[in-house]
């Protein structure tokens, strides 16, 4: 069964026996970390229930897959079903899956979350065609489409505004369409007849629903904001975000730095070089992203992502304490921006 996002969250709502496994895949690490908890949750209740939640990295899983078939066959010693996570899953569990699936009797489900698998690999090839597969493929939005939809509830509302106000609602507005519906209803009653939005209307009536995202925490980051950025690191990581799929994230920001930074050496401008981007920055991002490569220069970057991949490698590690190694990695990099940016 293939499901989109927003589907998948109805369902979830009443979920059944007959669903063994649930594959959420794309790029969107964020929207997979978040419906990967909620597969979870409408299974055994907590992801703290230790009895009835298990969580299995892809690296920690052999060839024959004896980790997979031990804990999905396993009872939980308190009854109920049990949910069974494989994090950063591949298209090497597919002849596992497809043993496991169609032999089973158990009430248990797997839930593989995954950002190598797309809709050509056999895994979800062969899932397309099951009732008890869920398959939801995430993906990052394009600017122009959550910009246009959002653009609608606008005008659904006898609402209007201008591009940097449209954008400065988006950033605030989250992957839940109804709560972001419930946002521009709040915005229109705040209007109280009034049609142009400005910025300010969006500051005072919009929460900022998106929350905590990885985002923030990259230009915390690389910005030397050093009690924000552990704040916001500790934040997303009771939200149920994992270690490497930040440590990810932060080696994608300084990788977009070292493009600017290449570009620049080659002759272009940093104002260019940041339009090159794709996809580009926000508005609100621009200045800060610029002072940025004010900060790190080329050697930097490259010492910087060095440090990030091997922290990432690490935190897949058996027996190396994940949270603690990427923390201590962030602070390393935010203190050294913080230093560089004094001396500037």
């Known amino acids: ?134 398959i939801v493929g995430c993906y990052e939005g394009r600017e122009d489409d959550i910009a246009s939809a959002t653009e609608n509830m606008l005008k659904s509302k006898g609402l209007r505004a201008d591009v940097p106000t449209l954008q400065l609602l988006c950033a605030r507005l989250s992957p839940d369409s109804k709560l972001n519906q419930s946002e521009i209803d709040k915005l229109a009653i705040y209007m109280d007849g009034r049609e142009q939005v400005t910025a300010d209307d969006v500051r005072a009536a919009v929460s900022d629903v998106a929350g905590a995202n990885m985002e923030d925490l990259c230009y915390f980051v690389a910005g030397g904001e050093i009690l924000k950025a552990g704040r916001m690191f500790d934040r997303l990581i009771k939200q149920g975000e994992d270690a490497p799929t930040l440590i990810r994230q932060i080696s994608y920001h300084f990788s977009k730095l070292l493009d600017c930074v290449a570009q620049a050496e080659q002759g272009s401008s940093l104002e260019e070089a940041i339009r090159n981007l794709r996809p580009p920055l926000m508005f609100y991002r621009k200045r800060t992203f610029m002072k940025q490569l004010t900060i790190w220069n080329r050697e930097r970057l490259l010492s910087a992502l060095k440090l990030l991949y091997d922290t990432e490698r690490d935190c897949k590690t058996t027996n190396i304490p994940a949270e603690q190694t990427a923390s201590y990695a962030l602070l390393r990099l935010t203190g050294a921006a913080q230093k560089w940016l004094n001396k500037r």
């Open 1 to 134: 069964m293939n499901f989109k996002p927003e589907q998948l969250e109805s369902f979830l709502q009443n979920l059944g026996n007959k669903v063994k496994c649930v594959i959420v895949f794309g790029n969107n690490e964020g929207q997979i970390a978040t419906l990967q908890k909620k597969c979870a949750e409408a299974v055994c209740g907590s992801t703290d229930d230790a009895f009835r939640y298990v969580a299995l990295e892809m690296e920690q899983i052999s060839k024959e897959g004896s980790e997979i078939y031990a804990e999905y066959y396993a009872q939980s010693l308190m009854g109920g079903r049990r949910a069974v996570i494989i994090k950063n899953g591949d298209n090497n569990l597919a002849p596992i899956i497809k043993d496991i699936v169609p032999k089973t009797n158990s009430e248990n489900v797997l839930i593989i979350a995954s950002t190598t698998l797309n809709t050509r690999s056999s895994l979800i090839t062969w899932a397309k065609e099951r009732d008890d597969v869920i």
